[in-house]
């Protein structure tokens, strides 16, 4: 066995041992206490994984849940152990950042139909003795909430202070405001959107068929069969890496440079930057994704349409909600572009809700939200600040009682 | 967009400031249209307890509104107006924008729709130095409240008080009360019928209701 097959088989070892017993907290639910699915399923035994960062202080009224994106998790402040990268927004929260930990109980759960922790397709399904495979009800955002909301009554906490996320973090922040108007006292929903278009479905499946098309998907049973789909998968993150950069950051990051190179080779060979780039990414991140994960959770995101279910009408999601909305969105985000966050800002107006938007100059694309914006971290700080001003909270800089 | 040429220290209230802030009930539910950097509706919100929102065009603008936690929407008066349903806030502001909107009547008749109560300043372009250059030197009025040349003016759709007052009439909404200021947005203590106010006030705060 090479060294590279033997590290790749050690990461695929730590991967699986983190989908039944994360290093995470985890929270097992029992039959008796299924989660009610809007497929009609009732999903059971299932469980949830999450971090916390801060404390919660003794009314319950400091808690953040954080909402993660398609290929995120519950690390979102803390080394990732598949990984070993820093927590995916350690930009956001932690002590003295906009998310403050030394003020607020930071929240992070795996998404349903992840493969972290949470319930997912690579988990044991207990009436067969195997992974769930495609056996998994597809799962839509509106389930994943409803997993949240569950832990938080697990955790006896009631409302949260705040409610913040990006992309598909954005849309369950979302759909907390609407399922749970009266639990979420602010909401932050960065780079999102209402509903998927069109053009967001096509791109998913496009990296779905990409799975799909590999020898070793084997019908979503390649777990039990020993192989992994990697070809396709990484395909699929190739394709959508695309998509989550604008074209002015590629043209900045690698022209139309060669790689390693002095000549075009007249092959098929990784000749530029641009090709190589996207094919580390699709590489390495095969060793933290499990394929089936990737169909899910793209096919919830794909579902999910907020104002569906309110006549098509989004103001109508909204009415009488109390929340305060803090809606941000990027100028070069070609994927969630600012028309989409301004919908939902309209039907916020619309429902008389206490909103503010900012669309953010960024040339830096989708993955925006993600990266070192200062504009960002200042624009929701401000808000964080004014909203725990609102809610008595002591905000950060000010003064805190601290007892022994 | 920041219009006004009214320019304060720090921690200096603008005296236009202080008269709107002066028509609005305390705890009003409150829209400000063109928000700038958010000191009115700070100021609202410190002395009047009111529950605030603001719209503002610049991106600038927003983020530092946002960032002091006021509720603002990057937006623009001429295209945003009819998101909001009707009689929607107690109070609707429009400080200094009106005649830079590209249609004033429809925007006017929109804050009377969506606000109980309205309130507009606007420059006054019938002030008499205005009139003076006009008349003697014979081009377009510079001054120091209205310093814009000509051709790179926002300020599209100029008024004075009369002409203002006669839209108001047109669009069926009452004049409340009206305060006439000097450029620096101090009251002109002056008890006057209208045609003195329309040439010594360089500006004017209205309160309309319909």
Not at chain 1, 101 to 123: K, Q
Request: with cysteine; hydrophobic share 40%.
């Amino acid at each position: 066995m090479s060294a590279d097959k033997a590290n790749s088989a050690a990461t695929e070892d730590l991967k699986a041992s983190e989908v039944e017993t994360p290093s995470s907290k985890l929270v097992r639910f029992s039959a008796d206490e299924a989660l009610e699915l809007d497929s009609g399923v009732r999903l059971g035994p299932w469980q949830i994984a999450y971090e916390t960062y801060g404390e919660l202080n003794a009314d319950k009224t400091n808690a953040v849940v954080v909402c993660h994106a398609l290929t995120g998790d519950q690390y979102a402040a803390s080394t990732n152990p598949v990984t070993g990268k820093p927590g995916w927004w350690s930009l956001m929260v932690g002590p003295g950042r906009p998310i403050d930990t030394n003020h607020y109980f930071v929240i992070c759960a795996n998404v349903l139909g992840g493969c972290l922790g949470t319930t997912g397709p690579a988990s044991l399904n207990q009436k067969t003795g195997a992974p769930y495979g495609l056996d998994l009800p597809v799962v839509t955002i509106r389930d994943m909430v409803r997993a949240q909301a569950r832990l938080l009554d697990y955790l006896e906490i009631d409302t949260l202070f705040a409610v913040i996320g990006g992309s598909m973090g954005g849309m369950q922040v979302l759909q907390w405001a609407v399922s749970y108007p009266e639990r979420v006292f602010a909401a932050v929903p960065i780079a999102a959107a209402a509903r998927h278009t069109s053009q967001n479905i096509a791109f998913h499946e496009v990296g779905r068929q990409a799975i799909m098309a590999d020898p070793d998907w084997r019908a979503g049973r390649y777990i039990q069969e020993g192989v992994r789909p990697t070809k396709g998968l990484a395909v699929a993150r190739m394709a959508a890496h695309v998509t989550y950069m604008s074209d002015e950051s590629l043209h900045q990051k690698f022209g139309r440079n060669l790689q390693d190179r002095e000549h075009l080779t007249f092959g098929f060979d990784a000749d530029f930057q641009i090709e190589s780039y996207l094919r580390h990414q699709g590489m390495t991140f095969v060793d933290r994704f499990d394929a089936n994960s990737y169909l899910y959770v793209t096919r919830a995101m794909d579902y999910f349409d907020l104002a569906q279910e309110f006549g098509g009408s989004l103001a109508n999601a909204f009415k009488d909600t109390r929340t305060r909305f803090c809606v941000m969105s990027f100028t070069s985000d070609w994927l969630f572009p600012t028309s989409e966050s301004r919908q939902v800002v309209k039907a916020l107006n619309a429902a008389a809700a206490n909103v503010s938007f900012v669309e953010i100059e960024s040339d830096r694309g989708h993955d925006s939200f993600l990266l070192d914006v200062p504009e960002m971290f200042q624009t929701i700080g401000g808000f964080i600040t004014g909203a725990a001003r609102a809610r008595g909270l002591p905000a950060p800089g000010e003064e805190v009682e601290t007892r022994p | 967009m920041n219009l006004s040429p009214i320019k304060t220290g720090p921690g200096e209230i603008r005296g236009d400031h202080k008269v709107v802030a002066s028509l609005v009930p305390q705890g009003a539910r409150v829209l400000d249209i063109g928000s700038e950097d958010g000191a009115l509706l700070d100021l609202l919100a410190r002395e009047r307890q009111v529950d605030g929102r603001g719209i503002e065009l610049s991106q600038e603008g927003v983020n530092r509104c946002v960032a002091r936690g006021l509720s603002v929407i990057q937006g623009d008066a001429d295209t945003d107006l009819s998101d909001y349903p009707d009689r929607a806030f107690d109070v609707v502001i429009l400080s200094q924008t009106l005649q830079a909107t590209r249609e004033p009547k429809r925007v006017m008749s929109e804050l009377l729709r969506i606000g109980k109560e309205v309130i507009v300043s606007i420059p006054n372009f019938a002030h008499w130095r205005n009139r003076a250059q006009l008349l003697f030197r014979g081009s377009m009025p510079v001054t120091k409240y209205l310093p814009y040349e000509w051709y790179d003016t926002p300020n599209i759709h100029f008024c004075s008080l009369r002409d203002f007052v006669a839209l108001c009439h047109e669009l069926d909404a009452k004049v409340e009360k009206a305060v006439a200021l000097s450029g620096k947005g101090n009251k002109i203590p002056v008890n006057a019928p209208w045609w003195v106010w329309n040439i010594v006030a360089e500006q004017a705060v209205f309160l309309l209701k319909r």
